[in-house]
């Protein structure tokens, strides 16, 4: 995750080496029980630019991510979903009150906060988001609560404890790929981000008020970062809100690119091995992270009343 202009400034950290130099990574001996560090999916760990944040907010890049104290990593991920909703229905995929994306509470970490149900995502603001617990009781916020958002993402949340945040709505191209129930062939550099890391969920059993449901999602969705929901629509998770949301975004993008190239003709696809190779370089979520970053500038300076 990264630490924009807008969130609680953490102390200063030393800056990290030049960009054309490999960076050292220098853990402190012990980490105060009280801070919470960064997660990182296995991509990030084997990546030379693990643990590392984008240039969004000024300054010397690239440069490490700061730990926070679990306050400041609340209200950091609070920010973060209140703008990824705001991201959505500035982008169009967005579908009515359908959809949800979701962040894990630092501390409470079988909690997680989503937004209330009959809010538009252009209106969501950090103060009306939800806090909801394990057993779908709300903590904190005002009712009610979205029920098909609970049984799907607390199953998510419970099944892979590295998933910080998880994003599902009912976007256009995503849905209409959901509706053959093809997956993401690898035809494109964008496209090859899920090659060999995302399922397709291939039943379709109506709305997902049921628990036993989401959990049958979350075992199809297993290790990967997205899954394509038949007849439904597409869910993504990361290692961070930001991830979350910016993978969802790509898999819309990619979907969309890919019916526009099937209408037009014959799919031409890349050879596992230049795909496989390619996706390598796109596996961890530093790179959605940091894209994320660089569209959350523009929505904070557009609608800014969404930290409120």
């Known amino acids: 995750m990264t630490l924009s202009t807008h969130d609680t400034p953490a102390p200063a950290i030393p800056p990290a ?11 402190p001996a012990t980490v105060a029980p009280a ?9 990030e760990r084997t990546s030379p630019w693990a643990g590392l944040v984008a240039p ?38 967005a579908e009515g009150l359908a959809g949800h994306i979701s962040a894990r509470d630092p501390e409470l970490t079988d909690h997680f906060w989503v937004n209330r149900l009959g809010l538009d995502f252009g209106r969501i603001k950090v103060s009306n988001l939800l806090l909801v617990d394990d057993k779908g009781e709300i903590v904190e916020g005002k009712p009610p609560l979205n029920r098909a958002a609970f049984t799907i993402h607390s199953q998510i949340h419970a099944a892979r404890p590295d998933v910080v945040g998880a994003a599902h709505t009912h976007a256009l191209y995503g849905r209409a790929l959901a ?28 709305v997902v008020l049921d628990e036993e449901e989401g959990r049958k999602i979350a075992a199809a969705l297993g290790p990967h970062k997205l899954a394509i ?29 890919q019916l526009v190239a099937a209408a037009a003709g014959t799919l031409r696809l890349l050879d ?16 959605a992270r940091w894209s994320f970053e660089a569209l959350y ?8 009343d969404l930290l409120d």
């Open 17 to 27: 080496p030049t960009p054309d130099v490999a960076p050292a990574t220098v853990a």
């Open 35 to 43: 801070t919470v560090a960064p997660a990182t999916s296995d991509g």
């Open 56 to 93: 969004a907010e000024g300054g010397q890049w690239p440069r490490p991510v700061p730990v926070r104290t679990v306050e400041e990593e609340r209200l950091h991920r609070k920010r973060k979903l209140a703008a990824a909703y705001r991201l959505f229905a500035k982008l169009g995929i």
């Open 179 to 206: 509706a053959i129930g093809e997956p993401l062939h690898p035809i494109s550099q964008d496209s090859l981000a899920f090659y060999e890391d995302h399922v397709i969920f291939d039943e379709y059993n109506g």
């Open 229 to 257: 929901l038949r007849n439904h629509g597409l869910l993504t998770v990361g290692t961070s809100v930001e991830a979350a949301a910016y993978w969802y975004i790509a898999a819309e993008r990619a979907a969309r690119t």
């Open 272 to 287: 596992h091995e230049i795909a496989s190779a390619t996706a390598s370089q796109a596996r961890g979520d530093e790179g």
């Open 297 to 304: 500038e523009i929505i904070v300076e557009e609608q800014p």
